[in-house]
C-alpha cells in the first residue's frame, strides 16, 4: 500500500536556528512529492514540490526540501526560522496510474522567540 | 480567480439527517478530492474523481456518496450522518500534468 510517513508529530525549534521536517514516502513509480503548510482554521497551501531534475527543491517563504530516492524521503528544510512559520506542515505523495495524492499526518512546528 | 469554493463553511447536524457539501473549482482541473481532517490523523482520503465521469474510493469513503456533476463541481453527500463523521473536510482539485493541488477553505461539520 502507498504511504507518507512524517514521523514527528511536534518539531520544536527557536527562532533563528535551522529546522528540518521529516518525510519519507512508500509509492508505486517515480513519486511526485509535495509540502503544504495549514495555519489555524484555514486550508492548506502549496510549499514546495519534486517532480523531477535537482534533488534540492527551493519553494515559497524560504523553505526548501531535499528529495533521497535511496532513503525514499523528502525532508523539509529552513536555514533560519521565523515565528511566523509556527504551523502544521503536511507532506504528500501522487503515486499510481489514477493520481491519489496520499497525505502524512502532519507535524507541528513550534518556533519560540 | 476565486480557486476551490467550498460550502458551507459550517454546519451542525443531528443523528440521522444528510446533507450534500458542495465544492466548486475554476481552474478548470481534471482531478478533484475530499479529504477529512481529524486530530492527530492528518488528511484521510474520501473520495477522489481523476476526470469528469469518475470516481473513485479513497481510504475512507464508507458513509459517503460523490458526485462529479461536471468538470468544475465534486459534491460529497452524506446519507444519514454520525458522530464518528464530525470533522473538518477540504475539498481539493489538481491538474495531473502541472500535480499541484489546491484547497477550499474546509467546513467544520458537527454530528451530534
Known amino acids: 500500500a502507498q504511504s507518507v510517513a512524517q514521523p514527528e508529530d511536534q518539531v520544536n525549534v527557536a527562532e533563528g536556528n535551522p529546522l528540518t521536517v521529516k518525510c519519507t514516502y512508500s509509492?508505486?513509480?517515480?513519486?511526485?512529492l509535495f509540502w503544504y503548510v495549514q495555519y489555524p482554521n484555514r486550508g492548506l497551501q502549496f510549499l514546495l514540490k519534486?517532480?523531477?531534475?535537482?534533488?534540492l527543491v527551493k519553494g515559497s517563504y524560504g523553505f526548501e526540501a531535499e528529495f533521497n530516492k535511496s532513503q525514499t524521503s523528502f525532508h523539509l528544510k529552513k536555514p533560519s526560522a521565523l515565528v511566523s512559520d509556527s504551523a502544521l506542515y503536511f507532506c504528500?505523495?501522487?503515486?499510481?496510474?489514477?493520481?491519489?495524492?496520499?497525505f502524512g499526518k502532519g507535524t507541528k512546528l513550534s518556533v519560540k522567540p | 480567480n476565486a480557486g476551490v469554493t467550498q460550502t458551507p463553511k459550517f454546519q451542525v447536524l443531528k443523528t440521522g439527517q444528510s446533507m450534500t457539501l458542495q465544492c466548486a473549482q475554476d481552474?478548470?482541473?481534471?482531478?478533484m478530492y475530499w479529504y477529512r481532517q481529524d486530530p492527530g490523523m492528518g488528511l484521510r482520503l474520501i473520495y477522489y474523481?481523476?476526470?469528469?465521469?469518475?470516481?473513485d474510493k479513497g481510504e475512507v469513503p464508507n458513509g459517503y456518496n460523490v458526485s462529479r456533476l461536471n468538470k468544475r463541481e465534486f459534491s460529497l453527500r452524506l446519507e444519514s450522518a454520525a458522530p464518528s463523521q464530525t470533522s473538518v473536510y477540504f475539498c481539493?482539485?489538481?491538474?495531473?500534468?502541472?500535480?499541484?493541488?489546491?484547497f477550499g477553505q474546509g467546513t467544520r461539520l458537527t454530528v451530534v
Open positions: 481539493a482539485s489538481s491538474d495531473l500534468k502541472n500535480t499541484e493541488a489546491f
Open positions: 509509492v508505486s513509480g517515480n513519486p511526485y
Open positions: 519534486y517532480i523531477t531534475g535537482d534533488n
Open positions: 504528500a505523495a501522487l503515486g499510481g496510474s489514477q493520481g491519489n495524492l496520499i
Open positions: 481552474m478548470n482541473h481534471n482531478s
Open positions: 474523481s481523476a476526470s469528469e465521469g469518475t470516481t
